[in-house]
C-alpha cells in the first residue's frame, strides 16, 4: 500500500521515491522547471526505456520532450506535465521491459521452452491488460487511495496497548498477584539490561508486567533467550539495526499488536495478517521465530518441522516504512509461502518472488500457500475454504463458527477490484442469535473505510473495523480455518 494512498507502482526506481510516489497517488505533478530527486529517477525511467538523457534532476525540454513522447504513445494527452497517468504508463512501460527476462528465468527454471514461457507470459499480461488485479494495476489494492490519514513516511507506532476490553471483546488480562519467582525475575532483569534505556520498550514491558502476562507461560523465557544470544552482525553492518533494537520491537508488538503494518507499496499483506494473528494468539510463539531468524544462521524451525528463512536481501531498510522486525519476519513469510520457493527466493526490495511475478506480475500469497504456511507457524491442522467452490454465505459462515470458537482467522476479501488479506477477530450476533456483522483488521495499519467492501472504521483506529454479516459473505473470497 503507498504511503500516499496506494501507488500501484511496480518498478523499483519508481516505487522507492518519495516524489514519484506522491505523483503516482495523484498528490503531486512533475512539469518542466521542477528540480530535484523526483526528476532525476524520472529521467533514470525515461532513460530505461529508450530516451537517454543526462539525470541531473532538472526538467528541461529534453525530459518534457521524452513526457510527451511517452503520453502520445499511451494515448494520454501531450501536456508534457507528469501526472498520476503518465507515471502509470511509465510504470508499465518498465514492467514490460523486464519481461523477457522473467519469461527467460521461468522456461530455465520450470523446464519450460523459451516458446512455451513466453506464451504463458504474453497470456498473463494479457489478462493483465484486460483488467485483471496486479501490482502494476492501480486496482490491485485501490483500497489505500481512500486512506488520507496514510501520509508520507513511516506513520508513528501506537505506543499504548489496546485498551483492556476493546471492541474485537477481547477480555483483560488478570493481573498476577504477588511477586515474579526468583528464576523470572533473574530473567526479566537480563531482559531489562539488554534494553538499556529504551524508554518505550521498557515501559511496554513493564505493561506486560503488570497485566500477568509475565508471570507464567514461555513469553518471558523467550524474551531473555533473546536478550542473551548475540543478533546477526549483517543487522548492524547492512541494516543499521542497533543489537538491542530487534528485541524492543518484539516487546512493543507484543505489548500493543496493533503497531503491526503491511508497509507502503508492499503486496505483504498476507505475511501482515499472519503475523498480527501470531501476535494476538501466541506472543511468545511470534518471540521465538522472530529470535530464530535475526540470528546469525538466518532460520528457525517451525512447529512442523519446516525451516523459515529470513532472506538476506530484507535486511536492508526500504521506503516501506514498516518497523525493522515487520519487514524482516513479514519478508520470510512470504518467502516460504512462494511457491517453488527452492527456486525462486522472495525479493523484498522488488516486492516479487520472480515466480508469481512471472505469472501475475505482482507478488501473492495464494490461499492453498497461505494454509500451508500458517500450518507451518501456528500447528495443528488447518484447511483453506473458498468461494471458488462453495457459496460466499457457506465460506462465511465457516469463518462465524471458527471465530464463535475463539479463533482469530485470517480472511481474503474482494477489495475494491483486487483481492486483500484482512484478519476477522469476532462475530457480532443479533437479538435473535444470527451473525449481524464481524469485526476485521487490516494490516495496512490504517483505513477510512472508503470504497469496497463497504465497512465502518473502529473509535480505535490502527486498521480496525466494522463490517456487515451480509457484507461479509457478499465480499469473501477464501480463509483459512483450523480444521
Known amino acids: 500500500m503507498g504511503d500516499n494512498g496506494n501507488t500501484g507502482l511496480g518498478a523499483p526506481e519508481l516505487a522507492s521515491n518519495d516524489v514519484l510516489r506522491s505523483v503516482a497517488a495523484g498528490a ?43 503520453q502520445a504513445a499511451e494515448g494520454l494527452p501531450p501536456t508534457g506535465i507528469v501526472d498520476a497517468a503518465t507515471i502509470a504508463a511509465l510504470d508499465r512501460r518498465l514492467a514490460a521491459r523486464r519481461a523477457p527476462a522473467l519469461d527467460e528465468a521461468l522456461a530455465r527454471a520450470a523446464g519450460l521452452g523459451p516458446d512455451q514461457a513466453a506464451a504463458l507470459g504474453r497470456a498473463s499480461r494479457a489478462v493483465q491488460a484486460s ?7 492501480q486496482a490491485y489494492f485501490t483500497d489505500a487511495s481512500g486512506l488520507p490519514q496514510v501520509v508520507r513516511g513511516a506513520e508513528p507506532d501506537p505506543d499504548a496497548p489496546p485498551p483492556a476490553v476493546d471492541s474485537v471483546g477481547d477480555s483483560p488480562a488478570t493481573p498476577a498477584s504477588g511477586a515474579l519467582a526468583a528464576d523470572r525475575s533473574a530473567r526479566l ?3 531489562r539490561r539488554a534494553l538499556g534505556g529504551d524508554a518505550r520498550a521498557l515501559a511496554a514491558l513493564d505493561r506486560l508486567l503488570a497485566a500477568g502476562r509475565l508471570h507464567a507461560g514461555a513469553l518471558l523465557p523467550n524474551l531473555a533467550t533473546m536478550a ?21 520491537q518484539a516487546i512493543r508488538h507484543v505489548d500493543n499488536p496493533l503497531r503491526v503494518k503491511q508497509g507502503a507499496g508492499r503486496g505483504t499483506c498476507g505475511a501482515g495478517t499472519m503475523e498480527y494473528v501470531l501476535l494476538r494468539v501466541d506472543p511468545a510463539e511470534f518471540v521465538r521465530i522472530l529470535d530464530g ?3 546469525e544462521a538466518g532460520e528457525v524451525t517451525l512447529r512442523s518441522g519446516r525451516a523459515l528463512r529470513m532472506p ?18 513479514q519478508s520470510a513469510l512470504m518467502n516460504h509461502a512462494t511457491a517453488m520457493s ?65 479463533e482469530k482467522v485470517p480472511v481474503l476479501l474482494k477489495w475494491d477490484g483486487g483481492h486483500h488479506w484482512v484478519a476477522a477477530e469476532k462475530i457480532e450476533r443479533g437479538a435473535g442469535g444470527a451473525p449481524a456483522s464481524v469485526i476485521l483488521r487490516n494490516p495496512v495499519g490504517s483505513d477510512s473505510c472508503q470504497g469496497s467492501p463497504p465497512r465502518a472504521p473502529l473509535p480505535e483506529g490502527c486498521g480496525r473495523f466494522r463490517m456487515k454479516y451480509a457484507d461479509l459473505a457478499a465480499h469473501i473470497s477464501g480463509a483459512t480455518i483450523r480444521s
Not at 55 to 66: L, Q, R, V, Y
Not at 131 to 137: K, L
Open 228 to 248: 542473551g544470544v548475540r543478533r546477526d552482525p549483517r543487522l548492524v553492518l547492512e541494516g543499521g539495526i542497533d543489537p538491542h533494537l530487534v528485541l524492543a
Open 28 to 70: 503531486a505533478a512533475l512539469a518542466q522547471g521542477a528540480h530535484g530527486d523526483g526528476v532525476r529517477a524520472l529521467q533514470e525511467a525515461l532513460g530505461a526505456i529508450g530516451d537517454p538523457m543526462t539525470a541531473d534532476g532538472s526538467f528541461g525540454p529534453k525530459t518534457h520532450a521524452a513526457v510527451v513522447a511517452l
Open 189 to 191: 532483569d537480563e531482559v
Open 293 to 295: 531468524i535475526t540470528r
Open 312 to 329: 538476506r536481501n530484507a535486511i536492508g531498510r526500504d521506503a516501506s516504512g514498516r518497523v525493522d522486525i515487520d519487514r524482516l519476519l
Open 131 to 137: 483488467g485483471a488485479p496486479s501490482r502494476h494495476d
Open 342 to 406: 527452492w527456486i525462486f527466493d522472495y525479493d523484498n526490495p522488488e516486492d516479487n518472488d520472480s515466480f508469481w511475478a512471472a505469472l501475475g506480475g505482482d507478488s501473492r500469497v495464494p490461499l492453498g500457500n497461505f494454509t500451508s504456511l500458517f500450518q507451518d507457524v501456528m500447528g495443528g491442522s488447518y484447511t483453506s475454504v473458498s468461494s471458488l467452490l462453495r457459496s460466499g454465505a457457506s465460506v462465511a459462515d465457516d469463518v462465524a463458527g471458527a471465530m464463535g470458537r475463539g
